[in-house]
């Protein structure tokens, strides 16, 4: 077994790889992305780009782009429409907008790990200096109702051990799933008293599944009792474990590993200690899911040098309330980063 801290950054800004040979390839294909280096001049098409933003589907990251190209005040060369650059690896989509990546990473751990290969290859064919990762996601929340966000300031496994765990040549690699805390801290600082929600830093657990691995009791197969899964969910709210969800472990350990900042912002769906089902209506999640968005969108333009107006709230919907028996310590903890 062996435990990886490379934490050392690259002064001049450039993205690392760990990987002596792809200087030795004549081309590198980035098979998921539909993109290559032989193919396609990377440097010309993504050379400016400082933003990246994933998340789970498709249309979710479609809405970003155009929100985003709204934000920034982007505007398309005439006689074009915003285009999925990698619509023909029928794997992922990718929108570029100006200086901003918007992608989805489908769900689950291999999933994002395959598209975290290809895309962090891209920024250093590309010569990309200083990205910013960004995960826009859904996410269970402990202890947290339905609408808060939840900006991880460290992802655990289901075993609540703080590292991606992954077989390489029948020996398990360890590589730690760490998030830059100053910029947690700074997204967390960006949300004002006007959004009609929440936002709290704090740990998050990332599983392997959504049913048995989240300890639902509506999959098809269930071996627990309720009081065992309440046991459970009780015991990492206790640890501050904020939510659930099902791809940081993987976004954190391979950011981390290239040198890469990177965070992870969430919306809660339900809250866990409540229930298991998604329950509310589409037009709900769909206005929650807006949420990390208008975050993540005012980092941009603050680091875009855009001034002006108070920060654009999202779209308005019932202010999100608060149930939780630990919120108060929540807070307080969440206070001392500000
Ligand atoms: O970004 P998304 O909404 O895909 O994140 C969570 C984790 C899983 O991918 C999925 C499960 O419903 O949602
Ligand atoms: O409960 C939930 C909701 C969204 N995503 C998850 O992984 N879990």
Known sequence: MSYHDESDEYPDGAVRLRNPNIELM???????????????????????VKFICMGGTPKRME???????????YKLPAGTTLLDISQYSYRYSMYKVGPVLSISHGMGIPSVGILLHE?????????????VFFRLGTCGGIGLDGGHLVITDEAVDGMMRPYLELPVLG???????????????????LSTQDDPFETHVGRTMCTYDFYEGQGRLDG???????????????????????NMEMES??????????????????????????GDQVASSKEVLNEWQNRPQAI???????????????PRPPPPGPKTVVNSKKLKFVREESQSYE
């Open 63 to 73: 809405q970003f782009a155009n929100f985003i190209m709204d934000e920034i005040g």
């Open 249 to 274: 472990l993987a976004f954190a350990a391979l950011t981390h590993h290239a040198g890469i900042r990177a965070a992870v912002i969430c919306v809660t769906l339900l809250n866990r200690l409540n």
């Open 119 to 131: 895309v962090i290859k891209l920024m250093y064919h590309a010569r990309v200096r200083d990205p």
């Open 296 to 310: 993540v969108a005012r980092y941009i333009k603050k680091h875009m040098g855009m001034t002006g107006p108070a």
């Open 171 to 189: 020996k398990l690699v360890q590589r730690p799933s760490k998030l830059d805390v100053e910029l947690a801290k700074e997204l967390q600082s």
């Open 26 to 48: 004549d081309q590198d294909i980035l098979y998921h992305l539909a993109l290559g280096s032989g193919s396609h001049d990377l440097h010309q098409m993504f050379g400016d």
């Open 220 to 242: 098809a197969f269930c071996d627990y009792t309720e009081k065992e899964k309440l046991e459970f969910l009780h015991k990492i709210h206790d640890n501050n474990i904020l």
